[in-house]
């Protein structure tokens, strides 16, 4: 995806007090950032951020970590962070937003400090020679082995049928379990606790499908 650069994006987020900065100092003690031992859930690849912004807003007991590598993108979700903050007069304490690579999860998180990570409308990556850079491949698939608890999940969204089906392949090729399957979510009872993306309210605004699984190990 080609994005428009927005001049001082960099020196925006660079400044920001929503960004976590320089998050490998935190590794092994995320607790200390938060000032809390609630458990730590990431969303990786969260764009504007809509998902997890409500997800903390519902959610106090549990702290969030959003992930996105590109800083123009990342902009947008703080602002929007910043006003329903100024909404609701109060500053979401349980959440902090990464401007890093989802490469460097190990570097960032000790093994177990992880108890979920959410891959939301990922990028698909058509090329069967990008196929490694797909966010459910086996590359990544080892990285959040390396940082997840025992118990820890990753729950995928996507309305990329061609996506979905190689990832229900390839993730238990990677030793992991599929433990929950939908290529309808909003049909389905437990919709009505789904937290909707922004590209989720895109596409199924068109009519398309939402397909969701769960993978442990
Ligand atoms: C298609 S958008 C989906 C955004 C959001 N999750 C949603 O559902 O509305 C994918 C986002 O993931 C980010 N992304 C892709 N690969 C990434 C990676 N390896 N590390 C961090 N962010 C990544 C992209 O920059 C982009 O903003």
Redo the contacts with the bound molecule.
């Keep these: ?1 080609r ?1 428009r650069h927005i001049p001082g994006c960099e020196q925006f987020v660079a400044e920001s007090p929503s960004v976590v900065h320089d998050p490998m100092q935190y590794k092994g003690h995320w607790q200390e950032y938060f000032g809390n031992d609630h458990p730590v859930e990431l ?9 997890i912004r409500e997800l903390s807003r519902r959610h106090p007991e549990i702290n969030f970590l959003g ?4 800083e123009t ?1 990342l902009m947008k979700a703080i602002k929007r962070k910043e006003q329903e903050e100024l909404a609701e007069d109060a500053s979401r304490k349980n959440l902090g937003f990464l401007c ?4 460097l999860l190990p570097e960032i998180f000790a093994p177990g400090e992880v108890a979920k990570i959410y891959l ?4 698909p990556w058509p090329k069967t020679s990008h196929s490694q ?1 797909r ?1 459910t491949s086996p590359r ?1 698939m080892k990285l959040y082995d390396q940082v997840l608890t025992k118990e820890g999940v990753v729950e995928f ?1 996507t309305d990329n049928q061609g996506l979905f089906a190689w990832s229900l392949e390839s993730i238990p090729e990677s030793g992991w379990e599929i433990i929950y399957v939908t290529h309808d979510l909003h049909a389905q009872p437990e919709a009505a606790e789904n937290v909707m ?4 309210e ?1 596409f199924s605004g068109r009519g398309q499908k939402i397909c969701k699984l769960i993978a442990r190990r």
Excluded: H, P, Q
């Design positions: 995806m994005l969303e990786i690849g969260m764009g504007k951020g809509k998902f992930l996105e590598r590109y993108v890093v690579d989802a490469n939301n409308f990922s990028d850079r966010l990544f969204k993306t922004e590209y989720e895109k």
